[in-house]
């Protein structure tokens, strides 16, 4: 049935499957939030048949015969003329948050999972997980906008790796090479309302400590030149927010050491709060500048780091923001400097909140 038919010359069946659709969706778009500076609504990736599945599962649980559940054309139909500003997020994410959201939805569609009382429980986790997301979200994305309000009271930054395959040099626009000659890396560095720093990083530099020390600190100082641009002090606010895209053992230690040192001798702010937040959850804002990147390179040849630099400049010629690309082939030996002083007791930084205030 088509939306644009006039429901008062349908079956009262097809009227009941309708609006059984049309209530699903409604209990569905208010578990969701808005998604900044928009009027769309996001839900995590899911497939639409799965999505669909789900939603016959819950209308069988709620007392609808399963030979009264409509199609699934009629399901999108719903879903395009009523609830068009709800979309499913578009890239898979590695969030454990959303891995067990995954398995959550599938034991609600396993057929062994049919009494009231589980099923309840399962939904009761599934919402708590959203929920925790969406409060990991909403507090990045407050946050983010306080720099730009209160520039010599709030600082924020957040660091992060694009796709490695996609700075992959030699590249030749419909011809594959059959091997991989220099495999770049991308990193983006926001301030938010003040700058944005890629670093072009060679194949001879590990991705560890050492290189996201260096991108902390070259974009550190890249942020004090733009402040003083602007006339506001070269040095950082008070209150300075790090967020970065991973931690582990092998160079959490050494990061948070390294930021301590930093606020121990004045160059961080008072209050200085690093987190790593899980994958996917508030990388919107950066992974946006990837895709930007990815779109203006897609046809173009590119054959040299020179080359590359200069493509990524271009596709932001009318960024809102000053941006900045840096070919990073050296890096400082941070490992080195801190060994002697961490203590090797320390450990599980997969999930990691470092506060200092002074």
Known sequence: ??????????????????????????????????????????????????????????????GTPSGSVGSFTLWKDVWSGHFGDVKIRKHRKVDGKDRKRAFLRYLLRRKVTRNRRDRELIKQLRSIYRDSLRRERTFYWVAKLQPSKFPNLYATYISDGATQSDYVLPKIPGFDLGRTCLPLKLVGNIWHGHAVIFHLVMPHIKDDSNL???????????????????????????????????????????????????????????????????????????????????????????????????????????????????????????????????????????????????
């Open 212 to 358: 996201v020390c260096h991108c902390l600190d070259s974009s550190r100082e890249i942020l004090e030149q733009v402040r003083s641009e602007k006339g506001q002090p070269r040095h950082l606010p008070p209150n300075l927010r790090i967020q970065f895209d991973g931690v582990n053992t092998n160079w959490g230690e050494v990061t948070f050491a390294h930021i301590e040192h930093l606020h121990n001798e004045r160059a961080m702010g008072s209050r200085t709060d690093v987190r790593r937040n899980r994958v996917g959850s508030t990388h919107e804002d950066v992974d946006a500048l990837f895709s930007m990147i990815k779109r203006h390179i897609k046809n173009k040849e590119i054959m040299y780091p020179e080359e590359m630099i200069s493509a990524i400049k271009s596709a932001f010629a009318t960024y809102s923001l000053p941006v900045f690309v840096l070919l990073v082939d050296a890096t400082y030996d941070y490992k080195a400097l801190y060994k002697p002083l961490i203590d090797k007791k320390l450990g599980g930084y997969g999930y990691s909140h470092l506060s200092i205030s002074s």
């Open 1 to 62: 049935m088509s939306l644009s038919t006039d429901l008062s010359l349908v079956s009262p069946l097809s009227l009941c499957v309708h609006k059984g659709f049309m209530g699903w969706w409604k209990d569905l778009r208010d578990e969701t939030e808005f998604m900044p500076n928009s009027h769309f609504r996001e839900l995590d990736f899911i497939e639409e048949k799965d999505l669909f599945d789900e939603c016959k599962s819950d209308l069988i649980e709620s």
